[in-house]
C-alpha cells in the first residue's frame, strides 16, 4: 500500500471515527431530557429494553459490515464482489427474519423473564429494526470493503438522529396526552426501525444518486483481466459468519450485553428480595443513569486513541513489528491516562453531575461504583483492537464469555443482598476479569508498558493532584447561597470540569507524561508541544 493509498484509508477512518464520536454523544446525551420528561419509572421501561435494540445496533453497524469489509476488501475482481454480497444477502435476510419471528413470537415470554408482562408490546417494536438489517449490512460492508466511508458515516448520523427525534417526541406526547410508561416506551422502542429506515434511504441515495457502484472493485487495485475464482460456498460464507463475523459484533456488544443482563437478572432479583415492584422500578431507573456516565467518559478515554487503529492494521498487515508494538504501547499509555482522568473527574464531580443532568442526587454511591467501568471498559476497548488488527478473536471472546459468567453468577448473588450496589459491583468485577484475561494473554511487550518510565506512578500523581484541586475547588464554591440548587450545580460542574481539564493538561506536560510521538498522535498535540 503506497502513502497515497495509505492517506485515503486513514482518511477514511478518521471519517468514520468522527460519525461515531458524534452518534456515541448523541446516544448518551438525549437520555437526558428524555429521563427528565418521562421519570426514573418511564426510563427503567425504556431501558430494560435498550440492550435488544444495542444488540441489533452491534449487528448493523458496527460488527456485520466491518466482517463484511474485510471479505469485499479480500476480492479483486468485480465479479467476485457482487457475488460475496449476494450469497451474503441470503444468508443475513434468512438470519434476521429468524430473529425478527423469534423475538416478535416470544416478545412475551421475554418480557416475563425479565419480570414485567408490560413490556410485551417494547419487545415487539424493536424486533421490526432486525428486517432492516441485511440492508444496512450489505451496503455499508460493500462501501467499506471499497473504502468509500462517507456512505457509512452519514447514514449512522442520521440514523441516531432520527432515532433521538422520535424518542424525545414520544417522550413530549406522553406529557401531553398522558400516555402510560409501557405506551410511551412503545413508540420510543419504534425509533429503532424508523431509524434503520432513514439510514437505508441515505445508503441508497450514495448508491443509486451519487452512482457510488460505479466503483465496485477496490479502489487501490489495479484493473486489469479479472482473477479466475472459485465462488465461496453458502456453508463457508455462513460459518465464516458465525465464528469469525459473531465474534467481532460480540466483542462490540461487552457493555450491552452486560446491560442485557442487568435487564433480566435486576427488576427481577430485587422483586424477589422483597422491594416493591413500583419502587424497583424507581431505583432501576437510577441505576439506567450510569449507562450514558459511562459512554461520556469512554468517548474521552478512547477518542484520543481511535486514530492508531488503522495504522496498527497496516503496521502489522506488512509485518512491521516494532512499529506495531510501539504504536499498541502508545495506545495503551494513552487510552489508559485520559480514561482514569475522566473517571477521577467525574467521581468528584458526580453528585452535581447527577443533580444537573437528573434533577437529584438519588443513587450517588451506585453510581460511583459504575463509573470504575469507565477505566476498564476503555482498556478493553484498546486491548482488543489491538488483537483485532492481529486477527486473533478467540483470547478476546474467552475472555468476554469468563466475564458474562462472572456477571451472571455475581449478579444473582449480590443484587438480592445489596440492590443496585450489587449490580454495579458485579458489572466492575465483571470487567475486571475480562481486562484480566486479556492481560495475561497479551503479548510480553504490552504487559509492562504503563509501568515503563514511570509512566503508571506519573498518571496517578497527575489525577490525584487534578482530583485535589478539584474537590478543593468544589467545596468553596459550596460554601456561597449562589451555587446551590441545579443551577449552581450547573456553575459548580462548569467550573470544576475547566478547573479539572486545566490541572491535568498542566501536569501531564510538567511531569513529561506522554512521548513527543504520543503527542504527535492527538488531535492538536502538535499545538500544544509548541506551547
Known amino acids: 500500500m503506497g502513502n497515497k493509498q495509505m492517506k485515503h484509508m486513514m482518511n477514511g477512518a478518521v471519517i468514520l471515527s468522527v460519525a461515531s464520536l458524534i452518534a456515541k454523544i448523541l446516544s448518551a446525551v438525549y437520555r437526558v431530557p428524555f429521563q427528565n420528561m418521562v ?34 476488501a479480500e476480492r479483486k475482481s468485480q465479479s467476485s464482489q457482487k457475488e460475496l454480497l449476494k450469497r451474503t444477502f441470503v444468508i443475513l435476510s434468512i438470519f434476521s427474519i429468524v430473529l425478527f419471528a423469534g423475538i416478535y413470537g416470544f416478545a412475551g415470554k421475554i418480557a416475563s423473564l425479565m419480570g414485567d408482562s408490560g413490556l410485551t408490546p417494547l419487545v415487539q417494536a424493536v424486533s421490526w429494526m432486525f428486517l432492516c438489517m441485511p440492508f444496512l449490512v450489505v451496503w455499508r460492508g460493500y462501501f467499506q470493503g471499497t473504502y468509500r466511508m462517507l456512505p457509512t458515516a452519514v447514514s449512522q448520523v442520521v440514523e441516531q ?22 405506551q410511551m416506551g412503545t413508540i420510543a422502542m419504534s425509533s429503532a426501525w424508523i431509524a434503520g429506515i432513514a439510514a437505508l434511504l441515505v445508503l441508497a441515495y450514495y448508491y443509486y444518486v451519487k452512482k457510488e457502484a460505479n466503483f465496485i472493485a477496490p479502489a487501490f487495485e489495479k484493473q486489469g483481466s479479472e482473477e ?22 460480540i466483542l462490540s456488544a461487552m457493555l450491552i450485553l452486560l446491560q442485557l443482563i442487568d435487564s433480566f437478572t435486576l427488576y427481577k432479583g430485587m422483586t424477589l428480595s422483597g422491594i416493591s415492584p413500583d419502587v424497583a422500578k424507581n431505583l432501576k431507573g437510577i441505576y439506567d443513569r450510569g449507562q450514558p456516565l459511562v459512554q461520556l467518559g469512554m468517548v474521552v478515554g478512547t477518542g484520543f486513541a481511535a486514530s492508531l487503529v488503522p495504522m496498527l492494521s497496516n503496521y502489522y498487515v506488512s509485518k ?9 504501547v502508545s495506545l495503551l499509555r494513552i487510552t489508559t491516562a485520559f480514561a482514569m482522568a475522566a473517571t477521577s473527574g467525574m467521581l468528584v464531580l458526580l453528585p452535581y453531575i447527577n443533580h444537573v443532568l437528573f434533577g437529584d442526587r438519588a443513587g450517588n454511591g451506585v453510581l460511583s461504583i459504575y463509573l470504575l467501568s469507565i477505566i476498564l471498559a476503555s482498556l478493553i476497548g484498546a486491548y482488543n483492537a489491538i488483537l483485532q488488527s492481529r486477527n486473533q478473536h478467540r483470547l478476546a471472546m474467552i475472555a468476554l464469555l469468563v466475564g458474562l459468567v462472572v456477571k451472571v453468577l455475581f449478579n444473582d448473588l449480590l443484587v438480592r443482598a445489596f440492590g443496585t450496589l450489587g449490580a454495579s459491583l458485579a458489572t466492575v468485577m465483571s470487567l475486571a476479569v475480562i481486562l484480566s484475561c486479556l492481560w495475561i494473554g497479551s503479548p510480553v511487550a504490552l504487559k ?10 506519573k498518571l496517578v500523581l497527575c489525577c490525584w493532584v487534578m482530583t485535589f484541586v478539584v474537590l478543593l475547588t468544589v467545596l468553596f464554591l459550596s460554601l456561597f447561597p449562589l451555587f446551590s440548587g441545579r443551577s449552581g450545580a450547573i456553575l459548580v460542574t462548569f467550573i470544576g470540569i475547566i478547573v479539572g481539564v486545566s490541572i491535568f493538561g498542566f501536569s501531564i506536560l510538567k511531569w513529561k507524561l506522554f512521548t513527543i510521538r504520543e503527542w504527535l498522535y492527538m488531535p492538536f498535540g502538535k499545538k500544544l508541544l509548541r506551547k
Not at 163 to 173: C, D, G, H, P, S
Not at 448 to 457: A, P
Open 320 to 328: 512491521r513489528e516494532f512499529e506495531f508494538q510501539r504504536t499498541a
Open 228 to 249: 479466475l475464482y472459485q465462488p465461496t460456498s453458502y456453508s463457508t460464507l455462513l460459518y465464516r459468519f458465525l465464528t469469525e463475523g459473531t465474534a467481532i459484533c
Open 39 to 72: 421519570g426514573n419509572t418511564g426510563f427503567y421501561v425504556y431501558q430494560q429494553v435498550y440492550p435488544l435494540y444495542g444488540i441489533g445496533m452491534t449487528f448493523a453497524l458496527s460488527g456485520f459490515p466491518i466482517f463484511l469489509s474485510k471479505l469485499v
Open 161 to 182: 438522529v432520527v432515532r433521538v427525534a422520535v424518542i424525545l417526541i414520544a417522550a413530549f406526547l406522553y406529557l401531553k396526552l398522558g400516555w402510560t410508561d409501557y
Open 448 to 457: 509492562g508498558s504503563i509501568l515503563r518510565g514511570g509512566f503508571l506512578v
